[in-house]
């Protein structure tokens, strides 16, 4: 129980009565376009509206909305209650122009894998529902199609949709401004992942069908990560907390005022890393030429290195990437470069050159690709006592997947650092996906290049913003675990 909550509450104790059933006006249904999208076997259908007057070359910020388990159907319509509608009003038009995104959830399904009644939270689940699955799809379609201000995307949701929020936000933080939930929950052990993105969480006190412990759970989890999320729990007031939350005064204005920042949630999750190590930690990063372009300023090792370098004066990073350099070549120089150096840390980030340089017979096959990773980290762990975070090759070509000329072969080397870093004891760090899932929002034109990459491989400056984020928020599990082994 938090102690003292109601005094973060600026709302006043008296509050309305839960809505009353109502019908969606036909006038908000017409500002709304219908469709639908297939993911797997599934129809989502959902619902878009636009600014009242879109200005050429301008772009637009867009909300992103998840409803209740009681708009759940197929009849794409009953999904624009609550927010959607009151967002329909000509006064909010004017003054918040947008696009706002109503996926609507089949009936019986969930955004999310959670049990609502209970007080205790469920673990993020491996993958989005099927639901979730085409609400992506949905947002993936709008961003290509319109234009929105790809750093304005806002995500909330409300009861089912505040799960929803929770866990869209934690799977993909990346891609959003801001977020707000509203009654709902999530897994506070992954709030880790929310760390530098902009939160406004609302729940009231005496809600009946979602426990406010479960919004006390999570701000309590980013409180102890060092983070400040507005959260409002309004006295008195039962399940219906998005009356205020969407009203005059709520997180609307807020939520629109709040812009996409990825050098902010690099540096909430670098510091968070740098908290976690031993004072005299020695991190090892081992690979190509990404990871030596990396050790320059402005790199994912340098920017690494600076956040560990203010928490530990001793610590020591040690930069291991050589260019041109695949499994085989570690193997060779791992004992000089790693073991010699006394790494108590080793990120390993291999793979690119493995692929790539298959198109002039220099690559490494799959099974010996595969069998010299495993070497490395037995190495590794048996000589030194060293810690894993094991790195998935990124990209050969930023077009979607099956584009790229060495998509099919790369898809399996992938797959088999995923392999090696799932062993017990072992931390992974699936860049691949973070890489694939990124494109999918801010490379919606295919462009085989220039999103991530200078060239379809090395990165730019968001490229390395990004693996280090990846990196941190692994490194500080691996730390983690280390430390929790050891008692």
Same mark, same amino acid.
């Given at each position: 129980m938090l102690v003292s909550l109601s005094l973060l509450s600026a709302i006043a104790s008296s509050v309305p009565p839960a809505p009353a059933p109502h019908q969606v006006p036909a006038a908000v249904a017409d500002v709304y376009a219908a469709d639908a999208v297939k993911v797997d076997r599934l129809t989502i259908p959902f619902r878009l509206m636009g600014p009242a007057k879109i200005e050429e070359g301008e772009r637009y910020p867009l909300v992103l909305f998840l409803h209740g388990a009681g708009e759940r159907g197929d009849d794409n319509t009953t999904q624009l209650k609550y927010l959607p509608e009151w967002m329909a009003s000509d006064e909010r038009r004017a003054s918040m122009p947008c696009f706002l995104l109503a996926p609507q959830c089949p009936t019986d399904l969930k955004w999310s894998d959670d049990a609502w009644g209970d007080a205790v939270s469920s673990p993020l689940s491996p993958e989005p529902t099927g639901p979730m699955r %085409?609400?992506?799809?949905?947002?993936?379609?709008?961003?290509?199609?319109?234009?929105?201000?790809?750093? *304005? &995307?806002?995500?909330?949701?409300?009861?089912? %949709?505040?799960?929803?929020?929770?866990?869209?936000?934690?799977?993909?933080?990346?891609? $959003?401004?801001?977020?707000?939930?509203?009654?709902?929950?999530?897994? !506070?052990?992954?709030?880790?992942?929310?760390?530098?993105?902009?939160?406004?969480?609302?729940?009231?006190?005496?809600?009946?069908?979602?426990?406010?412990?479960?919004?006390?759970?999570?701000?309590?989890?980013?409180?102890?990560l060092d983070q400040s999320p507005v959260y409002r729990e309004l006295p008195g007031m039962g399940h219906n907390a998005w009356d205020v939350a969407y009203g005059p005064g709520g997180c609307l204005e807020w939520l629109f005022q709040q812009r996409r920042d990825p050098a902010r949630r690099l540096d909430a999750a670098a510091r968070l890393m740098a908290k976690s190590l031993d004072a005299k930690e020695r991190v090892a990063f081992l690979g190509d030429s990404i990871t030596q372009a990396g050790n320059n300023? %402005?790199?994912?090792?340098?920017?690494?290195?600076?956040?560990?370098?203010?928490?530990?004066?001793?610590?020591?990073?040690?930069?291991?990437? &050589?260019?041109?350099?695949?499994?085989?070549?570690l193997l060779a120089r791992e004992e000089r470069d790693v073991r010699a150096q006394g790494a108590t840390m080793v990120f390993t980030y291999i793979g690119i050159n493995d692929v790539w340089h298959s198109q002039s017979g220099r690559g490494t096959p799959l099974k010996e690709y595969t069998a010299g990773l495993g070497t490395l980290m037995s190495t590794f762990e048996e000589e030194l006592g060293a810690v894993n975070i094991v790195a998935t090759p990124t990209l050969i070509g930023e077009r979607p997947d099956g584009d790229n000329d060495l998509d099919a072969m790369l898809v399996g080397h992938v797959g088999a650092a995923r392999a090696a870093g799932q062993v017990a004891g072992r931390t992974p760090c699936d860049l691949h996906a973070a890489f694939r899932d990124?494109?999918?929002? $801010?490379?919606?034109?295919?462009?085989?290049?220039?999103?991530?990459?200078?060239? %379809?491989?090395?990165?730019?400056?968001?490229?390395? &913003?990004?693996?280090?984020? !990846?990196?941190? &928020?692994?490194?500080?599990?691996?730390?983690?675990?280390?430390?929790?082994?050891? *008692?």
């Open positions: %085409g609400a992506i799809e949905a947002l993936c379609r709008v961003v290509a199609e319109h234009p929105v201000d790809l750093d *304005r &995307i806002y995500l909330t949701g409300l009861s089912m %949709g505040g799960y929803g929020t929770f866990d869209l936000a934690t799977r993909h933080a990346d891609w $959003f401004a801001a977020a707000a939930p509203i009654c709902g929950g999530g897994d !506070e052990t992954q709030a880790d992942r929310l760390a530098g993105l902009p939160l406004s969480i609302w729940h009231g006190d005496r809600d009946d069908a979602v426990p406010v412990a479960r919004s006390r759970a999570m701000v309590t989890a980013l409180w102890a300023p %402005g790199g994912y090792v340098d920017r690494l290195r600076t956040a560990i370098k203010a928490e530990h004066a001793d610590a020591v990073v040690i930069p291991a990437g &050589i260019s041109g350099h695949k499994v085989p070549d990124h494109n999918r929002i $801010f490379n919606a034109a295919g462009k085989g290049r220039g999103c991530l990459t200078t060239d %379809g491989v090395h990165l730019n400056q968001a490229g390395n &913003i990004l693996v280090a984020t !990846e990196a941190a &928020i692994a490194i500080r599990r691996a730390a983690l675990a280390r430390e929790g082994a050891s *008692r």
